[in-house]
């Protein structure tokens, strides 16, 4: 396996790396939204009066003066793509009104001074209270069965299993926080606009801000080279956005817009608490024989996006009946949207919480179980796994972290005044590949430019395309320059769904053969070339015939030709009988103090089957990344919504609790790195959602092994433990 540095380490650790909102054009004036202060309701007026008259202010826009915005069609959730066309409120922090400025502090002062005036209406802010109500979703298919021949319901299959399980596993509303705020810098040249902006995918911007904004969107430019973290809620666009690029139209000059903190939390959008039934039922050897999980999501009154949390269980282990359920709460709460790993991560803490729980009662040991139910085709299609290696990372798993050690009688391990637990679970997510297209230009320096609309969101997606585009050159990592998050660049992957790589990968290699090919023609056919007229090979940067070699750079020097460049698409997988998911295993060890109930992490341990691990060391910190978060949704987050006021609660960095250094303990990451031929050539799986998958069901387990509690509603506080 490749492992290098990542090619923007450098820009990003001495701060040169330029992020959306440090683009400072001429003439730059600033906005800040208004927001709402009730969750449900109208607006009946808005005094603007003081704002308007407050130093530096250059206008102030409300439903009662908004700006030219038309809806997304594809966006059911109006005040994303064209806010202030409404006096309705749907929730608490809803965008209202933009306040624009010659500086942010007089845009922010003056914002502080508008008066509005409400017609409010009670909330629906518990989904606790609605659950006796969840309805079916909006949109997909509420149930699913799949039964053995001859059994009538799932229920009647659960009867048949010697040992049954049941129990319901909730999960809190969750947030982002990525590092970077949202941000958005817009001007106009003529008819032309260029905007730099927070996202995961360039082209999505210029997708919604074209209907918008309603102009053509060859007429649009979005730039974003650097992004500081997204998990999803940088996808699209958010209200920002789109009033920032009418503003800079309406005032013809640039605007820059940056969300504080505490509108990242209510205008970015956030994960849904979660609730799921899930019932076992195994045969005395562990086979499991029906799977039944009732899961309920909540969901925004804004928009329809929910966490399909059962689904899960219609994927990972093997049985002759299985049964998912799915339904909504809806709630007048900030809009509801994908957050690393969506409706996998809460929906893996039910599934292998409850493995565990069946373990248990069957006096079997949790990995064994795991392993009776491992399974070579997919639950419910019957296809076969296109690469599955999922046993040797139970084995690999169970050796290296000493799995055999752990006493299965819960709470009679001790060091101390600390009860000393194992837990484990298993990892999955879903892999594809998409459509994409790259361009590599040599250039007459001797790099080689790839280039496309792709994003890194810290992933190390730059460095995959140095890594691959070099590898198919022949020429260092370090003369590869990577060109990201521009849309007028070919269009490559956006960043989601953990099918950057996987996506944009295949492109690469294909655009580097098709410049290779490029340049050998030239060498050929140019009358100046000293390879004119013969049969011309590229290797290692370098064209050669005839006993003789000369770098590309300097050929393109000697014939006074810049640059040679051409670019390849990669079509999607077109692979429909066989099945394809990323697969692992977690191993922890958690310490809970014996008297304040304090949960510590101590040892954790992953193993993964991800198909071709293109960078190791990229790799090994996107897998870390997943497992710290899932640390954090074990034990800390939790995003808590006032039922009477739909407002949040904890919505600043000092009140909503995620991991810090001193939470983690080291994390040990081993690849199996066995290439996937048949998603593609390159062989690569996504592992940007994997590592988190499992990850708070691997600590829930361990806090059973330590303490013989088991907790089922995260996360996991000291308060449950005592």
Known sequence: MTSVDREDGPVKATGAAVYAADHHPDGLAHG???TSTIARGAILGMDTALAEKAPGVIAVYTPFNPLELHPYAKEENAELTSPLQSTGVRYYGQAIGLVVAETFEQARDAAALVDTHYSAERPRGSFADGLSSAAPPPSGTPVVDVLAPGVSSIDEALAAGDVTVTATYTTPAETHVAMEPHATVAFWAADRLTVYTATQGVRLVVDRLSETLAIDPARIRVINPYVGGGFGNKWGMWAHTPLTAAAARALDRPVKTVLPREQVFTVAGHRPPTAQTIS????????????????????????????????????????????????????????????????????????????DELAGELGMDPLDLRRKNDTPIHPVTGLPWSSKHLEECYTLGAERFGWAERNPRPGTVT?????????????????????????????????????????????????????????????????????L????????????????????????????????????????????SPFHGREVAFEGGELRAAGRAMPFGELLTLLDVPAVEATATSPRNPVRDH????????????????????????????VVDAGTIVNAKAARSQIVGGVVMGIGQALLEDLRIEPETGRFGNATMADYLVPVSADIPPIDVEFLNYPDTLLSDLGARGIGELGIVGAAAAVANAV??????????LPITLDKLL
């Open 485 to 528: 998050g521009d849309s007028a660049t070919p269009p490559a992957a956006n960043a989601g769904g953990s099918g950057s790589t996987s996506t944009n990968g295949p492109a690469v290699r294909l655009a580097a053969g098709a410049a290779k090919d490029a340049i050998v023609k030239l060498a050929a056919e140019h009358e100046k």
């Open 704 to 713: 059973h092994n330590a303490t013989g509690k088991r907790i089922r509603d």
């Open 579 to 606: 099945a394809f998911r990323s697969f692992g295993a977690h191993f922890c060890e958690v310490r809970v103090n014996r008297w304040t109930g304090e949960p510590r992490v101590t040892r954790w341990l992953c």
């Open 415 to 483: 060091d101390g005044d600390w009860l000393v637990g194992l837990g484990m679970a298993t990892a999955t997510y879903g892999a594809g590949r998409g459509q994409a297209s790259i361009k590599v230009r040599l250039c007459d320096d001797g790099r080689a430019v790839v280039s496309g609309t792709a994003a890194d969101l810290g992933t190390g997606q730059s460095t995959v395309f140095a890594v691959l585009a070099a590898g198919s050159l022949g020429i260092p990592v370090g003369r590869v320059v990577p060109e």
């Open 280 to 355: 076992l039922g195994a045969a005395a050897d562990g086979t499991l024989l029906a799977v039944k999980n009732d899961g309920v999501s909540g969901k925004s009154a804004s928009n329809d996006f929910h966490e399909q949390v059962a689904n899960l269980s219609l994927a990972l282990y093997g049985s002759a009946n299985l049964h998912v359920s799915r339904k909504v709460v809806t709630l007048d709460v900030p809009v509801t949207t994908i957050m690393r790993a969506p409706g996998e991560s809460n929906g893996s803490f039910a599934l292998e919480s409850a493995l």
């Open 32 to 34: 800040y939204l208004l």
